[in-house]
T-cell receptor, first 114, second 109 residues
Framework: SQTIHQWPATLVQPVGSPLSLECTVEGTSNPNLYWYRQAAGRGLQLLFYSVGIGQISSEVPQNLSASRPQDRQFILSSKKLLLSDSGFYLC?????????????FGPGTRLTVT | GQNIDQPTEMTATEGAIVQINCTYQTSGFNGLFWYQQHAGEAPTFLSYNVLDGLEEKGRFSSFLSRSKGYSYLLLKELQMKDSASYLCAVMDSNYQLIWGAGTKLIIKP
């Protein structure tokens, strides 16, 4: 069966510090991978998605970046965090072979920038 | 622009039925998803509709009218564990999901 891992679960970082969030998927090959951010009381905002190794599409211009160094690994990074980067970060995957394929979400990372 | 509208919050009684509406305006349509999200947790998949009509799955049903840009999620025999946020999402012409802000459902005994 497929599983998706994210770490860390919670993170408190000062403004201006770097960030690295990691997501890994097990039990599937060549998944489509997604990074979302959810602010309190808001919907999910798509940040990045990837259809393959080294292929990253950015949906929102900001101080975040993403990389996919391996098929089942997706990393979200920032060189300098802003207060507005606080939120709940969710990694998701889907097989992408059918329109009806749902996205499966990891447990999320709650980031607080102070 | 693309827009998904859902009520912010709803309250219902244990054992009752509740209908959560979702209206959408998107560039293209390749299906509509409903997800459940408990507080502090990740969303989990509930249902998918791409054709008009009602899809039933146990206590939960989802309806779609593409001509009206409208969907609803129907929850029957409500249980306390159904207290959660319910997210509506539409897959657009680029096969990306556009998400609503979610409806927080409060179940009272």
């Amino acid at each position: 069966s497929q599983t998706i891992h994210q770490w860390p679960a919670t993170l408190v970082q000062p403004v201006g510090s770097p960030l690295s969030l990691e997501c890994t998927v097990e039990g599937t090959s060549n998944p489509n991978l997604y990074w979302y951010r959810q602010a309190a009381g808001r919907g999910l905002q798509l940040l990045f998605y990837s259809v393959g190794i080294g292929q990253i599409s950015s949906e929102v211009p900001q101080n975040l970046s993403a990389s996919r160094p391996q098929d089942r690994q997706f990393i979200l990074s920032s060189k300098k965090l802003l207060l507005s980067d606080s939120g709940f970060y969710l990694c998701a995957w889907r097989t992408g072979t059918s329109d009806s394929d749902e996205q499966y979400f990891g447990p999320g990372t709650r980031l607080t920038v102070t | 622009g693309q827009n998904i509208d859902q009520p912010t919050e709803m309250t219902a009684t244990e054992g009752a039925i509740v209908q959560i509406n979702c209206t959408y305006q998107t560039s293209g349509f390749n299906g509509l998803f409903w997800y459940q999200q408990h507080a502090g947790e990740a969303p989990t998949f509930l249902s998918y509709n791409v054709l008009d009509g009602l899809e039933e799955k146990g206590r939960f049903s989802s309806f779609l009218s593409r001509s009206k840009g409208y969907s609803y999620l129907l929850l029957k025999e409500l249980q306390m564990k159904d207290s959660a946020s319910y997210l509506c999402a539409v897959m657009d012409s680029n096969y990306q999901l556009i998400w609503g802000a979610g409806t927080k459902l409060i179940i009272k005994p």
